[in-house]
T-cell receptor, first 112, second 110 residues
Framework: DADVTQTPRNRITKTGKRIMLECSQTKGHDRMYWYRQDPGLGLRLIYYSFDVKDINKGEISDGYSVSRQAQAKFSLSLESAIPNQTALYFC???????????FGQGTRLTVV | EDQVTQSPEALRLQEGESSSLNCSYTVSGLRGLFWYRQDPGKGPEFLFTLYSAGEEKEKERLKATLTKKESFLHITAPKPEDSATYLCAVQEGAGNMLTFGGGTRLMVKP
């Protein structure tokens, strides 16, 4: 089994719909991250969490929210999806900031 | 504001043709520079962390080097299985988040 599992792997949704992307990890790490990847722009940080009671905004948090349900689970929500949120989304974990990060396989989200 | 720029955006090599990928950065105090490999349809995988100018790290056909303004990922005698997108990221200061570059897509033809 993968260390970091994202569901769904692919999703097509309509503008204005609420959608949740889920992430679970078996690494036992406290730190979890959500990134967005667009062609040529690399990975941009949306939100991150250092433990269950800690949530922090990243570089591009507008239009997104997160929930850390447990040490192993970190969900990303788009409250009202818009087409420019079409992208590849990655969840990651690390033992500490600056440590080796372990990424999920990604969720390809298309908003039509 | 941190800036991480990778070049070239894409690189085509013949098998066995050595080359280098560049990652230039502008941060006031580098905590660490990271290289990741990303295969199509997959998440990035960690390759190296470099912490100070002059440091070098190697893994199979890859060698990463670091200066005060840039890092190079040297690929010696590449094989088709080295084809991937290579991402670099920098961390400025302990506890700060990583800033990623746009990546270099490497294609190695047999």
């Amino acid at each position: 089994d993968a260390d970091v599992t994202q569901t769904p792997r692919n999703r097509i949704t309509k503008t204005g719909k609420r959608i949740m992307l889920e992430c679970s990890q078996t690494k036992g790490h406290d730190r979890m991250y959500w990134y967005r990847q667009d062609p040529g722009l690399g990975l941009r940080l949306i939100y991150y969490s250092f433990d269950v009671k800690d949530i922090n905004k990243g570089e591009i948090s507008d239009g997104y929210s997160v929930s850390r349900q447990a040490q192993a689970k970190f969900s990303l929500s788009l409250e009202s999806a818009i087409p420019n949120q079409t992208a590849l989304y990655f969840c990651a974990t690390s033992d500490f900031v600056g440590g080796e990060a372990f990424f999920g396989q990604g969720t390809r989200l298309t908003v039509v | 504001e941190d800036q991480v720029t990778q070049s070239p955006e894409a690189l085509r090599l013949q098998e066995g043709e050595s080359s280098s990928l560049n990652c230039s950065y502008t941060v006031s105090g580098l905590r660490g520079l990271f290289w990741y490999r990303q295969d199509p349809g997959k998440g990035p995988e960690f390759l190296f962390t470099l912490y100070s100018a002059g440091e070098e790290k190697e893994k199979e056909r890859l060698k990463a080097t670091l200066t005060k303004k840039e890092s190079f990922l040297h690929i010696t005698a590449p094989k088709p299985e080295d084809s991937a997108t290579y991402l670099c990221a920098v961390q400025e200061g302990a506890g700060n988040m990583l800033t990623f570059g746009g990546g270099t897509r490497l294609m190695v033809k047999p």
